[in-house]
């Protein structure tokens, strides 16, 4: 049986090792995803609540964080929201519903927290069976005031976002350092880099659709 919970401080490299496995040449070759969840813990954004592990027996699964992040409006106004991800379930347990259980959780405690919204960026072919929409949807625009594709949101409660569109800021600390995260990579076991997978691909498309308001 899977559980959701909370991680628990001894579990910090077991967690940052699922989520090398579950980006690992996914949207790049090799990834940077456990060297974010490490820096992450300590940023002054980041939501201890929703750091959640999935735990099969005594193994951890998967993993998911979110961080504190903000949309502001043309007239100024900021408007609180929560950023999702990442997200990552070990390569043997996905398409098992435990990444869909993970995110049902984090929506749970957000609203229990008075969140008003959940935004990330990610599959439109995922998110979208996740109770995600697009965020042009809500006319909620990327930092640089571009509709993004990839720019997924959730409602915690009937019209949380009713008057909140404008621009989508999320913490910089998502922008890692590469050399950074190449030397915490030497922490872990070797892996293959592997360049241009199908994923890789279908990400680079993802990425480049976005397109200016009218
Ligand atoms: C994305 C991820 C977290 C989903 O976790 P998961 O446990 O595999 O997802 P679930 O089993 O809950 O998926 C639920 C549904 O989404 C589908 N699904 C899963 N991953 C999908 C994907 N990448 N694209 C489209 N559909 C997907 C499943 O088939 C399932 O649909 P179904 O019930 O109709 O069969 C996991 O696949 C993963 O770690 N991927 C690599 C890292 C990654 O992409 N993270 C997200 C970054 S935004």
Request: proline letters at 5%.
């Amino acid at each position: 049986m899977i559980i959701i919970r909370n991680e628990k401080p001894d579990e910090y490299r077991e967690t940052e090792n699922v989520i090398r496995e579950a980006f690992w040449n996914h949207y790049t070759p090799g990834c940077n995803d456990h060297y974010l969840i490490h820096i992450m813990r300590d940023c002054p954004a980041f939501i201890p609540e929703l750091d959640l592990v999935a735990v099969d027996g005594t193994r951890i699964v998967g993993n998911v964080m979110s961080l504190k992040s903000y949309i502001k409006r043309d007239d100024g106004a900021v408007f609180d929201v929560v950023s999702l991800g990442p997200i990552g379930v070990l390569p043997d347990s996905q398409r098992q519903g435990i990444g869909g259980k993970m995110i049902a959780r984090s929506k749970e405690i957000a609203r229990q927290l008075g969140c008003r919204a959940i935004l990330l960026c990610g599959d439109p072919d995922y998110y979208t069976r996740q109770g995600f929409a697009a965020a042009q949807v809500y006319d909620i625009r990327n930092s640089e005031n571009m509709y993004a594709d990839a720019l997924h949101v959730c409602e915690l409660y009937e019209d949380a976002l009713l008057g909140v569109s404008g621009r989508y800021y999320e913490d910089e600390i998502y922008d890692v350092d590469v050399a950074k995260a190449e030397q915490f990579d030497k922490l872990f076991p070797p892996k293959e880099i592997v360049k241009g997978t199908p994923t890789q691909n279908k990400y680079e498309k993802m990425v480049r659709r976005v397109k200016a308001p009218c």
